[in-house]
């Protein structure tokens, strides 16, 4: 009778140490399960227009979610993505960044693609104070001057005009030199940013502009646009449009033998895989702004085994397969946003967009630094020249030697070669 208290009190200490060894593990990991994730909230063109970009933009920010989660996430805290698909429509973007905020109460935001998307976003992040990383947005700042908007992509700090610089710089190089000037833009408010700048552009260098019009940007034949430009024997083309204009334009130009000394600069399209494929050689000659092209000039640290990781993915799900454009920089400015968070110890917005204006930042893409309106304090537009393309296979433009970078000097990677070949050659 005397052991049954013996063995109670035995059992009773035994199950008070295994409940505070429970309490210890669970407890462990309990704080790990119960560490709150730090939201990150955006709209990106999943469907339509821009959906090319949008879903490329994407996965690279995926990667570094992925990445950053690796090492620890933010401040202990893991990184979770919450974005909705705004159809490459901007007047559903308002309605988006509403929702991130007073449904999804996110912690930080970034953008979708593009200035079109990327301005209607803007009254609504500015009445939450919060930081806001853009992605290839061209002067959207310039209309706010937000002191909390940084933009990834380097138009430098008078997007206007550096957007344009490097074509116009390229074409006062040649020798004789330029005299006149044909503009042809699509519709549309980044296009019509960019030939502000040409027409600033052309008044500096001295160029007589002889054709400036504009055209809608559904346009796909431009034989009709493009014979009337040629009427006007300009000798250097800017031309800034979308895709489905750049392929008709090219296309366009060898259709009826145009040869300009030089014609290009703005032009979207050239950029992606599926375009370079489909126009192959016959954008041999043309002058176009690139973000990235594998030059031995241009090997930032980190970007060539980004892309590494980034285009078997991108081929799996049927997305632009070299990722050369938008990728980098979307990785970019996670990478930005995370830095200035773990300098900063903390999630205050006005400390966040203080530090991120006063350092420099170490990305896949260079060394980044904003100025005041959050635009990069020194623009790196490439402008660089289709050489030695032949035929369609995608495999050439993973190697250098096939865009040659032309500007800015101290990228410069080859020469020019003008004026443009005939039938792609």
């Not at 050439?396 to 800015?408: D, E, K, W």
Request: aromatic fraction near 12%; hydrophobic fraction near 40%.
């Amino acid at each position: 009778m005397r052991r049954k208290p013996m063995r109670r009190k035995a059992i009773a200490r035994a199950t008070a140490a295994i409940t505070v060894v429970l309490l210890a593990v669970f407890g462990a990991f309990g704080g790990a399960w119960a560490a709150q994730p730090v939201k990150i909230g955006f709209s990106m063109g999943l469907t339509g227009a821009y959906s090319g970009n949008g879903k490329a933009a994407l996965l690279a920010i995926q990667i570094w979610a992925k990445d950053q989660n690796a090492k620890g996430g933010l401040l202990g805290r893991p990184v979770q993505l919450v974005y909705y698909d705004d159809q490459s429509n901007p007047s559903l973007v308002p309605g988006i960044y509403t929702k991130l905020f007073d449904v999804d109460k996110v912690d930080l935001v970034v953008s979708g693609y593009g200035t079109n998307i990327i301005a209607p976003a803007m009254p609504l992040v500015m009445q939450h104070h919060s930081v806001f990383m853009g992605l290839a947005g061209l002067a959207v700042n310039s209309q706010f001057h937000y002191d909390k908007y940084f933009q990834i992509y380097p138009f430098g700090p008078q997007p206007q005009l550096d957007f344009s610089q490097g074509f116009f710089a390229v074409a006062m190089a040649m020798k004789p030199q330029p005299k006149t000037l044909a503009i042809s833009v699509a519709d549309s408010e980044f296009p019509q940013t960019a030939a502000t700048g040409a027409r600033e552009w052309a008044k500096r260098d001295g160029l007589k502009i002889v054709y400036d019009q504009s055209f809608p940007p559904n346009t796909v034949d431009f034989a009709p646009i493009l014979r009337a430009i040629a009427a006007t024997k300009p000798d250097v083309v800017y031309i800034t449009c979308f895709p489905p204009n750049t392929v008709g334009i090219v296309q366009g130009v060898r259709e009826i033998g145009f040869k300009p000394m030089l014609i290009g600069g703005g032009m979207v399209g050239p950029q992606y895989a599926f375009v370079k494929q489909q126009l192959g050689s016959l954008l041999n000659g043309f002058v176009n702004y690139e973000s990235y092209v594998p030059e031995p000039t241009v090997n930032f640290p980190g970007i060539r085994e980004f892309l590494a990781r980034y285009q078997p993915k991108a081929k799996v799900t049927g997305i632009d397969s070299l990722g050369y454009y938008l990728p980098p920089f979307a990785y970019a400015e996670m990478q930005i946003l995370a830095d200035a968070i773990a300098a900063t110890h903390g999630f205050d917005q006005t400390t966040i967009a203080q530090y991120i204006h006063a350092h420099t930042f170490k990305t896949i893409v260079g060394d980044v630094r904003f100025d005041a309106d959050g635009e990069w304090a020194e623009g790196r537009v490439f402008q660089v020249q289709y050489q030695n393309i032949k035929g369609h296979g995608l495999e050439q433009f993973g190697r250098s030697g096939t865009q040659v970078i032309l500007y800015p000097q101290r990228y410069k990677s080859g020469t020019l070669q003008y004026p443009l070949p005939s039938s792609g050659s």
